[in-house]
């Protein structure tokens, strides 16, 4: 089976990638092909499941997004970082 060997915690944030990308093809009208999910929606997924673990995200200070050279809410990393 596809669960074989995984936690459900693990499939829980498989299928909400899944459902996450799906939303965004049917609303963006993307053209035919392949894409890799967006850092925006991968970041969404780990923030849902950050209580699930006992923790509590910080969120940038206006100081510390200038410093990084980013928005306070993210995406954190480049389009190019793979994880």
């Given at each position: 089976?596809?669960a ?21 093809l ?5 053209d ?19 209580k ?18 980013i ?13």
């Amino acid at each position: 089976g596809c669960a074989t060997g995984h936690s459900s915690f693990v499939m829980s944030m498989s299928f909400t990638n899944q459902v996450l990308a799906q939303i965004e093809l049917f609303t963006k009208k993307h053209d035919v092909g392949v894409y890799v999910l967006p850092k925006r929606l991968d970041e969404k997924v780990a923030r849902l499941h950050l209580k699930k673990l006992g923790i509590k995200l910080e969120k940038l200070s206006a100081d510390q997004a200038d410093y990084l050279g980013i928005k306070r809410g993210g995406p954190y990393k480049p389009d190019h970082y793979r994880y």
